[in-house]
């Protein structure tokens, strides 16, 4: 575990104590229970776009701009089609990975440092504007989640679950968005993505899911 995800974890447990949800088997069951250790992960986070082809998966309603991952049994080159653009990226075992699309339309695979364990959620954190850097931050607990994400890139922190926790987009002390009442589950995530440019700007959610 990260410094940062220690001690904003250590913040919330206080929080979670305070919550009153019993720790019942409320698990999403995707990041501590996978189907082959060997296998990778790979899903499609963008801007503006919601027909993606991972593989051979196609995804046709990502109406968050965020798709299922999709099982990649044998790691190695696959193809990720993203709009008109197509793309040939190389994975390794056992690993997760997002093929991010920015608002200029380009596109990177971005491994995904995940620590979780079986009483936390996995928050991963997508920067997809035009701001330099951006944190993620928790009111509840009055500390910084993820900081200093660069655009096109992204960051993640694993919190105590489950919880209901309200979250913010800040530069600085700005607040840029908010995104409220995010459920957070045992064993499962949610992606969260910061977008927009000339200070137009929003903060969308998706459950970090495996794709069917």
């Known amino acids: 575990m990260t410094k940062t995800s220690a001690w904003i974890s250590a913040a919330l447990m206080l929080l979670a104590g305070a919550s009153g949800l019993p720790a ?20 499609v986070v963008a801007v503006n776009l919601t ?19 999709v099982v990649v049994n044998q790691p190695g080159e ?56 951006v944190d993620l931050f928790v009111p509840a607990a009055k500390a910084v989640a993820v900081k200093g994400v660069a655009p096109d890139a992204a ?13 913010e987009v ?13 459920n957070l589950e045992r064993r499962a995530g949610v992606a969260i993505v910061f977008r927009g440019t000339g200070g137009s700007y929003d903060v969308v959610m998706a459950p970090s899911t495996l794709a069917r």
Do not use: C, H, W
């Open 24 to 43: 019942l088997a409320q698990d999403g069951g995707l990041y501590e229970n996978v189907p082959d250790p060997n296998a990778s992960f790979v899903r």
């Open 155 to 167: 960051a993640s922190v694993a919190l105590k679950a489950p919880l209901t926790l309200d979250f």
């Open 78 to 133: 696959i193809t990720i089609v993203t709009g008109l653009d197509e793309s040939t990226v190389t994975i390794d075992a056992g690993k997760y990975y997002s093929f991010v699309v920015g608002a200029d339309g380009k596109g990177a695979l971005l491994p995904e440092e995940i620590v979780s364990s079986p009483a936390q959620a996995v928050v991963s954190f997508f920067n997809l504007s035009d701001k330099p850097s």
């Open 170 to 182: 800040r530069d600085g002390d700005t607040v840029l968005a908010s995104l409220p009442a995010v």
């Open 51 to 69: 027909r993606a082809v991972v593989d051979t998966t196609s995804f046709d309603q990502m109406t968050s701009g965020v798709s299922g991952y």
